[in-house]
């Protein structure tokens, strides 16, 4: 029988199944809607027929630190803006199996409740978590733009110093830091287990914690959009789904090592080049 509360256990995994296909879809939307977004933005880059024009694209800052639509702060939260859509496209997915176990935890937990609220929180945090660097990024781009170290046609930097960026994230995939935050990402139970917290706020917490971890894990891969166009909305896919590989494969820490390796390569060739 039961526990008094419980609903019976074919009504909880008929519970658990829809929850785990609401949440699955949610998620799903979230990233179509992100890369809308990107795809409609990377289109009205190449619409633009001049650098000016890209330049003072809103969320695109031109050489003065400023766009066309208002002083330099509207720019750099345009330019933020467009950098979270991007990392919600980019590491949702790699996410999702973590929001899931957590979904999946919160039902058995709250029984017939509903855990939408505490799943939501969570993601809300993840997301928020990545927002902050996407902040960072944001204002990196802008004085890179101020000193003209930044293509304003393609957003790249200069090749000395797209050399720079490519050995510290080879060096970075190498580093015991790396791999710890990896191993979080890579393993929900455990994560879930070691940082569990009760309650709306916990499930906030949990969700800035797990994000993080992430943010530890892939911060310098995000970089590499600086050297590759960080609108090239193909090399910002391949990221994204070599970030997915890491975490999902057998054996990813071994993914992030021979990558280490392949970039540190890379920056040699760039150097030399």
Known sequence: MSAPGMPPPGSLERMLVRDRLLIAATLAVLVALAWAYLVMLARRMGSDADVAAVASMPGMPGM????????ATRALALTAFMWW????????????????????VQRRQLAAENPSLRVGMFTLGYVVTWGAFSLLAAAAQTVLAERA??????????????????????????????HVCLRRCRSPAEFLSSHWRPNTSG????????????????????????????????????????????????????????????????AVYLALG
């Open 64 to 71: 003065d630190g400023q766009s066309a639509g208002g002083p």
């Open 85 to 104: 859509t991007m990392m919600i496209g980019m590491m949702l997915p790699s996410a999702a199996p973590m929001v899931l176990l957590f979904g999946t």
């Open 149 to 178: 170290l930044l293509a304003p046609m393609d957003l790249t930097v200069t090749t000395r110093i797209g050399a720079l960026l490519v050995a510290l994230a080879g060096v970075y995939q190498l580093t015991p830091l790396k």
């Open 203 to 266: 499930a906030v917490r949990m969700g800035i914690e797990h994000g993080l971890f992430c943010v530890g894990c892939c911060w310098l891969l995000m970089g590499l959009l600086f050297v590759v166009g960080v609108m090239n909305l193909f090399w910002v896919a391949a990221i994204a789904a070599f970030v997915l590989l890491e975490k999902i494969v057998p054996h990813g820490e071994a993914v992030a090592r021979v990558s280490g390796v392949a970039l540190l390569a890379f």
